[in-house]
């Protein structure tokens, strides 16, 4: 099934620092996912679920807002 990894709820926008999964590539849940840059600190999102990442939705270097789509795991049952 299709589920969505949403920014984390920071306070404000955050820019995505770097991926560390490619698309195609498996994730377990908590792993981590991205990293995202704001005020100068990082913060890693983990995978909330167990399957493959499908879709990068937030590019490197993108400001992207609390509660929008970083990208979309499909999660193994």
């Known amino acids: 099934m299709?589920?969505?990894?949403?920014?984390?709820?920071v306070g404000a926008p955050?820019?995505?620092?770097?991926?560390?999964?490619?698309?195609?590539?498996?994730v377990f849940?908590?792993?981590r996912l991205v990293e995202i840059?704001?005020?100068g600190a990082t913060i890693d999102?983990?995978?909330?679920?167990t399957g493959?990442?499908?879709e990068r939705a937030?590019?490197?270097d993108e400001n992207v807002a609390p509660g929008?789509?970083?990208g979309f795991i499909d999660e193994e049952e």
């Open 2 to 9: 299709r589920k969505p990894v949403t920014m984390p709820d």
């Open 14 to 26: 955050a820019a995505v620092s770097v991926w560390f999964v490619a698309p195609g590539e498996r």
């Open 29 to 31: 849940s908590g792993d």
């Open 37 to 39: 840059l704001i005020a």
């Open 45 to 49: 999102v983990p995978a909330p679920v």
């Open 52 to 54: 493959r990442l499908l």
């Open 58 to 60: 937030a590019l490197t």
């Open 68 to 70: 929008q789509i970083l």
